[in-house]
């Protein structure tokens, strides 16, 4: 399972960005066994942390910091999960990763920065 991600870039406090993360090559049979695709994010010296999770079921997860700001969602039929994030705040700014689980492994995107200025 290869990802791409996309949708990252400089925004002011207040704005929002969408990220995308793909994964065009993957048959439909292995992205059905994908039990959670998620985003994660790494700020400069801090560790990577859990920003929102979406199971095969539809179980959604947030991270506190995020949850009424951010929604993580998904298109089957383009095999793409997204997260759309609204009313950015200054401490989003990180490198942001998109993770897909499945029952034997994890596959992560490379990162794609957003930076939030003032």
């Given at each position: 399972v290869q990802l791409q991600a996309s949708g990252g870039g400089l925004v002011q406090a207040g704005g929002s960005l969408r990220l995308s993360c793909?994964?065009?090559?993957?048959?439909?049979?292995v992205f059905w066994s994908i039990i959670e695709m998620g985003w994660y994010r790494q700020a400069p010296g801090a560790p990577r942390e859990l920003v929102a999770a979406l199971t095969r079921d539809g179980d959604?997860?947030?991270?506190d910091s995020v949850k009424g700001r951010f929604?993580?969602?998904?298109?089957?039929a383009k095999k793409t999960?997204?997260?759309?994030?609204?009313?950015?705040?200054l401490e989003d700014t990180?490198?942001?990763y998109c993770n897909w689980?499945?029952?034997?492994?994890?596959?992560?995107?490379?990162?794609?920065?957003?930076?939030?200025?003032?």
């Amino acid at each position: 399972v290869q990802l791409q991600a996309s949708g990252g870039g400089l925004v002011q406090a207040g704005g929002s960005l969408r990220l995308s993360c793909a994964s065009p090559r993957t048959i439909l049979s292995v992205f059905w066994s994908i039990i959670e695709m998620g985003w994660y994010r790494q700020a400069p010296g801090a560790p990577r942390e859990l920003v929102a999770a979406l199971t095969r079921d539809g179980d959604t997860k947030y991270a506190d910091s995020v949850k009424g700001r951010f929604t993580v969602s998904k298109s089957n039929a383009k095999k793409t999960v997204y997260l759309q994030m609204n009313s950015l705040e200054l401490e989003d700014t990180a490198v942001y990763y998109c993770n897909w689980k499945d029952d034997r492994s994890d596959y992560w995107g490379q990162g794609t920065q957003v930076t939030v200025s003032s």
